[in-house]
């Protein structure tokens, strides 16, 4: 498979926006998703999102902040990162979901190939 390609982060203040952006050589697994992990802290998953765009998942704490997406014309998933705050200061990833699972938790056990992440720094 080719490689995932994480893009897009950066430093921003509270309350800003970033959108990251993972690309892909096509949507060739049932699920894809964005995971994060903070110094000290375990990964964790943030969204998920089915192939056919039916159905998401986000964790509690990004709901209604972060939308993930797939743009089929650039090959990428995306995650639109809304009022950020500083405890979403992380590395963040992509990853596949291989198997036909549901595209919801445990992901983290279950993703396959990973990128090699982007930071995302909210300052307070």
């Known amino acids: 498979q080719v490689p995932l390609v994480e893009s897009g982060g950066g430093s921003v203040e509270a309350g800003g926006s970033l959108r990251l952006s993972c690309a892909t050589a096509?949507?060739?697994?049932?699920?894809m998703a964005w995971f994060r992990q903070a110094p000290g802290k375990e990964r964790e998953a943030v969204a998920g999102l089915y192939r056919s765009g039916s159905s998401t998942y986000y964790t509690d704490s990004v709901k209604g902040r972060f939308t993930i997406s797939y743009d089929s014309a650039k090959n990428t998933l995306d995650l639109q990162m809304n009022s950020l705050r500083p405890e979403d200061t992380a590395m963040y990833y992509c990853?596949?979901?291989?198997?036909?699972?549901?595209?919801?938790?445990?992901?983290?056990?279950?993703?396959?190939?990973w990128g090699q992440g982007t930071q995302v720094t909210v300052s307070s």
């Open positions: 096509a949507y060739d697994t049932n699920c």
């Open positions: 990853a596949r979901i291989p198997g036909g699972g549901k595209c919801l938790p445990p992901l983290v056990e279950r993703a396959g190939d």
